[in-house]
C-alpha cells in the first residue's frame, strides 16, 4: 500500500531561495520523499518518440527485402529484379510513419499499452499501401515491380510492425513499473486521504507518471491558503506537465480555490476521479452544443453501425446453418437415441432492454428447468447425459442458436445470457449487471473466450464475466466480433471450464 511518504520527489533546481524555501516547507508537511530528479522529461519523450518511429521503419524495410528475397527465390530463383519493389515499400514506409507522427502515435503515453495499435495501425497500414500504389500507377512503375512481393509485402508488413511494438510495449510498462518510463511529469495537491486513496487505487507510476510532488492541504480556510501558495511556487520551479487536484467534487470551494492557484503554473490541470468514475470504464467527457456533461455509460451504437452488426449476423448465421445442417440433424439424432426427451430444450432467458425470449439449445441433460429456481450444472453432473456432456465440451449444444440470430433475439457475439432466476440473484450482488442487457446477448462472447464460462460458485467468477461483458460492450467493433468467433473455434481458453 502506498502512501503519500512513497511518493517520488523531484528535487527543485537553483533558482529562487524564497520558492525554494516554500518547497521544502511543503516538503516537510507533505511528506515528500527523494527521488531522481528528471529535468530533461521532455528530451526523453522526444527522443523514444524518434526511437519509435525509427524501429517502425527499420522492421518494415527488412520486411520489404525479406518478402522481395523470399518471393523471388521461390518464383524466378533470383532472376527478378527487386529494385522498383523496395522504392514503392520504401514509399509506403515513409508514408505510415508519417501518418503516425502527424497522429501523435509515437508518444510514449501510447506505448504503456497495445490497445489501440492493431486498430488504428492497420487503417493506416491500408492507407499507406493504397497511397503506394496509386503513386506507382502515376509514376508507371507498377509495371516493373512484383505484384505478388508486393502483396506478400502488405501481409507481412503490419505483422511485423505489430510484433515491434508489441516488444516495445513489454520494454516501456517494464520501465514504468520500475518507475523509469516517465510518459508525464505530475503534481499532486488535495486532502492527505485522497492522495493516499489516489495513489494506493491507481498506480499512476506504473501508468507511466512521474510524480515530482504532493502536497497535502490542511482542510482550514487559512492554512490552506498558506499551502496553495507554497504549492503553488513549487510548482513553478518543478515546472510538472500535469496537476491533479485531489479532492472530493462536493468540496467545490477546494476545487475552485486550486484552480485559481494553480492557473497561473504553465500545466494542465486536472479534477482528480472521484470514486463513482471507478464503476464506468468509458466515462468521458461529452458536449452537444453549449452542454458539457460526464457520460459515463459509453455512447450508443450509430445507425449504421446497428445495421452493419445485423447484417453480420445474419449472412454467417444463415451460412452456417446451411453448412452445419448435416451436423445438427446427426447431433439431435444422438441425442434421441441417448435419452429420452426433445433434441432441442428452450429456455427463457432476458434480452436486448430485458426483453424476454425463448433462447434455443440441444439438450444436454435429463432435466429441462425453467422456473424461478434452476439449479446450475456442475462437474460431473448426473444429469447430463453422454451425448450431452460431449457436446457441451465442444459448445456444440450452443448450435441451436442459430435461429435466434436469425430471429433477431440473439447476436452471434455479445454477453451470454442467464437463466431469468439467476439475472435475478446477479443483479442484487453486482451493480453494473443490468447493463450487459443494453446489448443484445450472444451465442459466444469476450468472457467465453478468456474461459470465464461453466459453473458460477463464486462472487469473484460472476464480476469477472460481468467485467469481460462490460469491456466488449464499451469496445464493440465488426474486428472485435471477427475475432471473438475466430477464439471461439480455435482458442483452447474458450473450451475451458466445459460442463
Given at each position: 500500500?502506498s502512501?503519500?511518504?512513497d511518493l517520488?520527489?523531484?528535487s527543485?533546481?537553483k ?17 515528500w520523499?527523494r527521488a531522481m530528479p528528471?529535468?530533461n ?8 518518440s524518434?526511437?519509435?518511429a525509427?524501429?517502425d521503419?527499420?522492421?518494415i524495410?527488412?520486411?520489404?527485402i ?6 523471388h527465390?521461390?518464383a ?6 527487386t529494385l522498383?519493389n ?5 514509399f509506403?514506409a ?12 509515437y508518444?510514449?503515453?501510447?506505448y ?7 486498430w488504428?495501425g492497420?487503417?493506416l497500414?491500408s492507407?499507406a ?16 515491380s512484383s505484384?505478388?512481393?508486393?502483396v ?9 510492425v ?6 516495445l510495449?513489454g ?6 513499473e ?6 508525464r ?14 495513489t494506493?487505487?491507481y498506480q499512476p507510476?506504473?501508468?507511466g507518471?512521474n510524480?515530482v510532488?504532493a ?5 482550514r480556510?487559512?492554512a490552506?491558503?498558506d499551502d496553495?501558495?507554497l504549492?503553488q511556487a513549487?510548482?513553478r ?6 496537476v491533479?487536484?485531489l479532492?472530493p ?5 477546494v476545487?475552485?480555490d486550486?484552480?485559481?492557484?494553480f ?8 479534477l482528480g476521479?472521484e470514486?463513482v ?7 468521458h ?5 453549449s ?5 459515463l455509460s ?6 449504421l453501425?446497428i445495421i452493419?452488426?445485423?447484417l453480420?449476423?445474419?449472412?454467417l448465421a444463415?451460412a452456417g446453418l ?6 445438427l ?7 434421441k437415441?441417448?435419452s ?7 429456455q ?9 425470449f425463448?433462447?434455443a439449445?440441444f439438450r444436454?441433460m ?5 422456473g424461478r429456481e ?6 460431473g453432473d ?5 451425448v450431452?456432456?460431449?457436446i457441451?465440451?465442444?459448445?456444440i ?9 436469425l430471429?433477431?433475439?440473439?447476436s452471434?457475439?455479445g454477453?451470454?445470457?442467464?437463466a ?9 450482488k ?9 446489448v443484445?446477448p450472444g451465442i ?8 470465464l ?8 467468477k460472476i ?5 469481460h461483458?462490460l469491456y466488449?460492450i ?11 468467433i475466430?477464439m471461439?473455434?480455435?482458442?483452447r481458453?474458450a473450451y475451458r471450464?466445459?460442463l
Amino acid at each position: 500500500m502506498s502512501s503519500i511518504a512513497d511518493l517520488p520527489f523531484s528535487s527543485l533546481r537553483k533558482g529562487d531561495a524564497r520558492a525554494k524555501a516554500a518547497a521544502d516547507s511543503a516538503a516537510l508537511r507533505s511528506g515528500w520523499s527523494r527521488a531522481m530528479p528528471s529535468p530533461n522529461a521532455a528530451l526523453m519523450r522526444a527522443s523514444f518518440s524518434v526511437i519509435a518511429a525509427l524501429v517502425d521503419m527499420a522492421v518494415i524495410l527488412a520486411t520489404a527485402i525479406a518478402c522481395e528475397t523470399l518471393y523471388h527465390y521461390f518464383a524466378y530463383g533470383y532472376d527478378g529484379s527487386t529494385l522498383p519493389n523496395l522504392r514503392l515499400c520504401m514509399f509506403a514506409a515513409i508514408l505510415f510513419v508519417l501518418s503516425n507522427v502527424m497522429r501523435h502515435e509515437y508518444a510514449i503515453k501510447n506505448y504503456l499499452t497495445l490497445e489501440g495499435h492493431g486498430w488504428r495501425g492497420s487503417v493506416l497500414w491500408s492507407v499507406a499501401f493504397v497511397c503506394a500504389l496509386t503513386f506507382g500507377f502515376l509514376a508507371k512503375a507498377t509495371e516493373e515491380s512484383s505484384r505478388g512481393a508486393f502483396v506478400l509485402f502488405y501481409a507481412t508488413g503490419f505483422l511485423s510492425v505489430y510484433a515491434a511494438r508489441a516488444a516495445l510495449v513489454g520494454v516501456v510498462r517494464r520501465s514504468a513499473e520500475r518507475g523509469g518510463a516517465s510518459a508525464r511529469r505530475v503534481f499532486l495537491v488535495g486532502f492527505e486521504s485522497d492522495i493516499d486513496e489516489f495513489t494506493r487505487r491507481y498506480q499512476p507510476w506504473e501508468s507511466g507518471m512521474n510524480i515530482v510532488a504532493a502536497v497535502a492541504l490542511r482542510d482550514r480556510a487559512d492554512a490552506m491558503q498558506d499551502d496553495l501558495a507554497l504549492a503553488q511556487a513549487s510548482a513553478r520551479m518543478l515546472l510538472p506537465d500535469d496537476v491533479f487536484i485531489l479532492a472530493p467534487w462536493s468540496r467545490t470551494d477546494v476545487i475552485d480555490d486550486c484552480v485559481a492557484a494553480f492557473l497561473r503554473v504553465p500545466a494542465s490541470i486536472h479534477l482528480g476521479p472521484e470514486r463513482v468514475l471507478d464503476r464506468f470504464a468509458d466515462a468521458h467527457i461529452n458536449k452537444i452544443g453549449s452542454i458539457a456533461s460526464l457520460n459515463l455509460s459509453g455512447r450508443r451504437h450509430e445507425s449504421l453501425e446497428i445495421i452493419a452488426k445485423r447484417l453480420f449476423d445474419i449472412v454467417l448465421a444463415a451460412a452456417g446453418l446451411i453448412a452445419l445442417s448435416p451436423m445438427l440433424l446427426a447431433v439431435a439424432a444422438a441425442i434421441k437415441l441417448d435419452s429420452k426427451g426433445p433434441a432441442l430444450f428452450f429456455q427463457r432467458r432476458h434480452g436486448f432492454n430485458r426483453e424476454p425470449f425463448r433462447i434455443a439449445k440441444f439438450r444436454s441433460m435429463t432435466t429441462m428447468e425453467d422456473g424461478r429456481e434452476i439449479t446450475q450444472a456442475t462437474a460431473g453432473d448426473k444429469r447430463v447425459t453422454r451425448v450431452g456432456r460431449f457436446i457441451r465440451r465442444y459448445n456444440i449444444d450452443e448450435l441451436p442458436q442459430l435461429f435466434n440470430v436469425l430471429r433477431g433475439d440473439m447476436s452471434l457475439v455479445g454477453p451470454r445470457p442467464h437463466a431469468l432466476a439467476h439475472d435475478q440473484i446477479f443483479e442484487r450482488k453486482i451493480a453494473l449487471y443490468a447493463r450487459r442487457h443494453n446489448v443484445k446477448p450472444g451465442i459466444t462472447g469476450w468472457a467465453q473466450v478468456n474461459g470465464l464460462r461453466g459453473e458460477i460458485d463464486s462472487p469473484e467468477k460472476i464480476r469477472l464475466r460481468v467485467e469481460h461483458d462490460l469491456y466488449y460492450i464499451d469496445h464493440w467493433s465488426l474486428p472485435l466480433d471477427v475475432g471473438i468467433i475466430f477464439m471461439t473455434i480455435f482458442s483452447r481458453k474458450a473450451y475451458r471450464n466445459a460442463l
